[in-house]
């Protein structure tokens, strides 16, 4: 089993978009698969405690709705120092979430710790659509980051 915790300031943009989208990857190259397929646990926090409690915002919601993808249910939560031990990968969406990230865990011995575009061959932050309004560009970043997560891990 590869665990995956996917980290964001809020955990209602970003983390829980990448979430959803990696699941739904991974389900469809499990089914198109013709032989054993690696079995994932993907989940998203928060930085922050801003939002715990709320669900997805609806501009992610919206987006990955009109992707076929149900968000239902997803709830925002802060990573946990517990967190480190729990997931094989803690992946944060830029060098804010990281710095924040290494605050909650103290440090990253084991170099679980990077961001989602870090699996691509442009590495950087992806932009916080809370600020920025753009969730297309957003989405389409992670997208990128999970395609390239994904074929790292497979």
């Given amino acids: 089993m590869i665990k995956i915790l996917f980290v964001c300031h809020g955990n209602i943009c970003r983390s ?16 198109a698969a013709k032989g054993p397929y690696p079995q994932f646990s993907i989940a998203s926090a928060a ?17 990955l ?11 925002a939560r802060q990573m946990t120092r517990r967190d480190y031990e729990e997931y ?15 605050r909650i865990v103290g440090s990253d011995p084991d170099g679980k710790i990077c961001r989602l575009l870090d699996f691509t061959g442009e590495p950087g932050d992806i ?12 989405y389409r970043d992670v997208v990128r980051g999970c395609k390239g997560l994904l074929e790292e891990l497979t």
């Fill in 16 to 31: 829980p978009m990448a979430e959803f989208v990696l699941r739904d990857m991974v389900q469809k190259a499990a089914a």
């Fill in 47 to 63: 930085t922050s405690t801003e939002e715990i409690g709320n669900p997805v915002h609806h501009g992610t919601r919206n987006l």
């Fill in 65 to 75: 709705r009109r992707c076929g993808i149900d968000t239902s249910g997803k709830r």
């Fill in 88 to 102: 094989d990968y803690l992946i944060g969406m830029d060098e804010w979430n990281i710095r924040n990230m290494m």
């Fill in 127 to 138: 932009a916080d659509p809370w600020y920025t309004g753009d969730f297309e560009t957003t």
